[in-house]
Each structure stands twice: as C-alpha cells, then as structure tokens.
C-alpha cells in the first residue's frame, strides 16, 4: 500500500466516522467501520515511510560501494 491509498483511506474513514450522519446502515456500524479505516491508513503509512526510508538507504550504500572498488587495468 503506497503512501496515496494511506491516505485516501484515512480521509475516508474520517468521513465515515464523523461526517455521515447515520451511524447504523443495513446492520453496519459505519463509525466504527470509519475507526477502522483510519487506523489500516495510519498503519500502511507509517510502513510506507519505514520502507521508503530503508530502500533509500540501500541505494545510497550501494552507490557508496561503487566509488570505492578500485578500477579495472
């Protein structure tokens, strides 16, 4: 889950949890739905970032390396 479906998810969930005024839909409580929501978002964001920040500490080693390999003759 990318950074953008975090997001969307939190946005929605907030709006299911306090910007639908029916609480109670066809035996589904859409406030506690909307708290789920919210909480997969926050969760996949916060992974998202976490692994961003570890591919680009890879890159960075990997590019490190490179420089410092003696040239062939």
Do not use: Y
Not at 39 to 61: E, F, N, P, T, Y
Request: proline fraction near 3%; glycine fraction near 12%.
């Amino acid at each position: 889950m990318g950074i953008g479906t975090s997001i969307f998810l939190i946005a929605a969930g907030a709006i299911l949890r306090w910007g639908v005024a029916d609480s109670f839909v066809l035996g589904l409580k859409l406030d506690v739905i909307g708290l789920i929501l919210i909480g997969v978002g926050v969760l996949g964001l916060i992974l998202s970032l976490i692994l961003m920040q570890q591919a680009r500490s890879r890159v960075d080693v990997v590019e490190r390396d490179q420089f410092r390999q003696p040239p062939r003759v």
